[in-house]
């Protein structure tokens, strides 16, 4: 059974209590919008689940938003259409409803991914897209040398691969998605050549993982890592990032049809 906070938030993170600057944060990048637009293939009824404030629906061309959080759901802007108040375990609607499916940076925050994803693939006749991060390559990012209970958390959190492939079942492909240096979407990997700005808290906040740690935790992050900027350790190891395209890290879409 699906367990649903005051805010409506499914799964483990309350958005009610830390969703209030999330559409600040996480803008839409237009670069991974269009690796989600190639993996959608040009569906015209589209299904997205865990939509939150509504990041990257402009890669459909005509959308059904779920999103049990409240606190998303007034986030999204006017000109998006109004989100159904539902979870991805139990979607409102019939077989096969939908061209294809979405869910973008939230299958990692349900209660139970397999009957999420078994839910998406029983309503959508065509490809199912799922925008992640794979488990074993989160701690490979620079992060995990100042917080790595963050990253610990973050690779806890997000399923394996296979077994989101084996949930959707047909035929699936697995994509890295490269990372652009000024990456407007800002979860933990979009700041790899900007580490000034992962010490700003609001915008820590708006990656969940980070809800999981304490303060000592985030103390620590920020004592050591202005420490590592002031004295020039961090570009000793880290400096090559700042000027590096993209970074190609744990990003992954996960692409599945019948």
């Known amino acids: 059974m699906t367990t649903r ?3 409506g938030s499914a799964g483990d993170v309350d958005y009610g209590a830390i969703g209030s600057g999330y559409s600040t944060y996480r803008r839409p990048d237009t670069r991974i919008a269009r690796f989600i637009a190639e993996a959608l293939g040009g569906a015209r ?3 997205n ?3 939150g404030t509504g990041s990257y629906e402009s890669a459909a061309r005509a959308v059904t938003a779920v999103e049990p959080s409240e606190s998303m759901r007034a986030q999204r802007p006017d000109r998006l259409a109004r989100a159904v108040d539902a979870v991805a375990e139990a979607l409102p609607f019939a077989d096969g409803e939908f061209d294809a499916a979405m869910t973008l940076f939230s299958v990692h925050q349900w209660s139970d991914v397999a009957a999420g994803l078994r ?3 029983r309503v959508t006749h065509g490809p199912v897209v799922v925008l992640t ?3 074993e390559l989160v701690r490979d990012f620079w992060l995990y040398a100042y917080a790595p209970e963050v990253l610990d958390t973050e690779a806890r959190r997000y399923p394996p691969i296979e077994d989101m492939a084996a949930a959707l079942g047909g035929t699936g492909t697995i994509r890295t998605v490269p990372i ?3 990456c407007t979407d800002g979860f933990n990997e979009a700041y790899y050549g900007r580490p000034e700005l992962l010490l700003d808290p ?4 708006a990656c969940s993982a ?3 740690v304490d303060d000592a935790v985030r103390e620590h992050f920020d004592r050591t890592l202005r420490r590592d900027l002031a004295s020039g350790a961090w570009d000793e190891r880290f400096g090559h990032l700042r000027t590096q395209p993209t970074y190609e890290g744990s990003l992954v879409i996960v692409r599945a049809t019948p």
């Open 202 to 205: 609001a915008a820590r906040q």
């Open 45 to 47: 009824n589209v299904l």
């Open 5 to 7: 906070t005051q805010d």
């Open 133 to 135: 991060c794979d488990p």
């Open 210 to 212: 980070w809800s999981f």
């Open 180 to 182: 652009p240096l000024d």
């Open 119 to 121: 839910e998406m693939r």
């Open 49 to 51: 689940v865990g939509a």
